[in-house]
């Protein structure tokens, strides 16, 4: 949301002035399904104006009815960039939110983590999702203690009903009933959980692999910072009482993706802390940094191994390729494929890693003492080139386009005319920028440091897959067709 909109619901919000929840208004309803009637709507425009200092009459609320594009016409009025001044707002909420949980973290029991834990149960975040599953899998395999799994239900026999869903889901074999279901909401204060368990668990926790997030490349900062943001200072939270917890933690390799302010792109190489993230091109990198920023604080703090992983495109299970599939990478993958012809951009790649290297590396990083936190590149070192992925993929040689935008045209008409196939929002990154197209930079070569990923991957004995005919073979006959993708 920007500026303007956050400031006109809460105008709203005092000329209605009869439970309305600010939080959950949605920017394209009308104002008559908002609640605003003929004996407010004046006190409302005469709120506005004041607030903006403009002159609005009455009846702009007939020429634009609906919330957003109201806020879209104060913004013209006013002479506002309302794409800078969104990004300017997320920036601005990004270093607050940073600042408030950093004071949060320092205000949290003063204790230092013990040389070792004794304890070897493990909590999972986002057991229910794709990471989360898998990561199940792997403690189930490296750990003898106990795995438990916060999970958003009702009662246990929900959770763990919802559990056995996703894990049937992914084909993945794992007793349910040797897992404790642990019901609770990362969002919630002291994880949602009820005050006795929370005590317990935080007595006989000692690890953490937190995968909790909400991943969306359409939504702004501000719809991410709940699960992003506050979800991870409540894990911190748990890791701090009881026993000091160490934490694996599943960043992105967003927080490194970065625009300057001529809008040119650049790539934070380095596997270190970024200590400014004004930088960072997308809002859910924005969240993950700030996730950061607060994992970082709770290690120096309290001396806590931590372990962040900034994770690529993860692709299906080497061995079985169950996967997910409804991302943009692949629902790319499988336009291109359609089409089976060159993909005519410059130095373009397929860079994938998959979830079961993924999830082995951050279970059995748990074991090992890092010096405060260890920041790690998870995505592939030896990325593949596209055309010779597709290649794999079909069985034969690509045909050559004619040129790039009529390439990009019959993307556009293919995603069109098979939209029942595709994400809802993927023609959005199919239009052409003054850089190309927005997908582009999904398959840039992007320059990153892998020494972390290199050692850490040998000191847990787990050795990096390469991208060959083979492993694209398995994703093919066992991953994507068993989605619907032929």
């Known amino acids: 949301m920007t500026e303007t909109i956050i400031r006109v619901i809460k105008i709203l919000g005092k000329a209605i002035d009869e439970n309305f929840t600010e939080s959950k208004v949605d920017i394209s309803a009308s104002f008559l399904e908002l609640g605003l009637k003929s004996f407010n709507a004046f006190k409302f425009i005469d709120l506005v104006n004041k607030e903006f200092k403009i002159e609005l009459e009455i009846d702009i609320l007939f020429e634009y009815p609906v919330l957003g594009d109201f806020c879209q016409n104060i913004d013209k009025l006013t002479g506002k960039d309302i794409a800078q001044q969104g990004q300017t707002f997320e920036v601005d909420q990004m270093l607050e939110d940073k600042e408030r949980y950093l004071l949060a973290v320092d205000q949290l029991e003063n204790k230092k983590a013990a040389e070792f834990i004794g304890e070897k149960n493990i909590l999972i975040t986002g057991a229910s999702g794709f990471l989360g599953a898998f990561s199940v899998e792997q403690a189930m395999k490296q750990f003898d203690g106990k795995v438990y799994c916060l999970v958003r239900a009702k009662d246990e026999q929900e959770g763990r ?16 009933e040797c897992l404790e279901v642990i019901c609770g909401d990362v969002t919630q204060d002291n994880l949602g959980v009820k ?14 692999i937190h995968c909790a997030a909400q991943v969306d490349h359409f939504a702004g900062y501000g719809g991410m910072r709940d699960v992003n943001v506050k979800g991870t200072f409540e894990v911190v939270k748990f890791a701090a009482k009881g026993i000091v917890k160490n934490i694996s933690f599943a960043s992105t390799i967003a927080v490194s993706l970065m625009s300057d302010a001529n ?18 091109s997308g809002a859910y990198g924005k969240s993950k940094w700030v996730a950061e920023k607060i994992l970082e604080r709770f290690s120096e703090k309290t001396g806590a191994s931590i372990h962040v992983f900034r994770i690529g495109e993860i692709s299906g299970h080497s061995q079985t390729g169950a996967g997910r599939f409804d991302d943009i990478i692949h629902n790319l993958i499988h336009c291109f494929t359609s089409l089976a012809v060159k993909v005519p951009l410059e130095e373009a790649v397929i860079n994938i890693v998959p979830v079961d290297f993924v999830t082995k590396i951050m279970v059995a990083s748990l074991s090992f003492k890092s010096d405060g936190v260890c920041f790690i590149n998870l995505s592939h070192p030896g990325p593949l080139d596209i055309n010779e992925f597709l290649s794999f993929w079909l069985e034969r040689e690509l045909s050559l386009p004619v040129s790039k935008s009529s390439w990009l045209d019959d993307c556009r008409s293919h995603i069109e005319a098979n939209k029942n196939v595709y994400l809802a929002g993927l023609p959005v990154f199919v239009e052409s920028t003054k850089t190309g197209a927005r997908f582009e930079m999904y398959f840039s070569k992007v320059d990153l440091a892998y020494e972390k990923l290199i ?32």
């Open 195 to 208: 005050s006795d368990v929370y005590e317990k668990l935080s007595t006989s926790v000692g690890y953490i």
């Open 161 to 176: 009903a919802r559990l056995q869903k996703n894990f049937e889901k992914y084909s993945i074999d794992v007793d349910i």
């Open 455 to 486: 050692e850490v991957a040998s000191q847990c004995g787990v050795k990096i897959p390469d991208i060959n005919k083979n492993l694209i073979s398995i994703y093919k006959n066992n991953y994507l067709n068993s989605c619907g993708f032929k």
């Open 263 to 280: 809008g040119d792109f650049y790539t934070f190489r380095q596997e270190k802390s970024i200590n400014d993230g004004v930088d960072i």
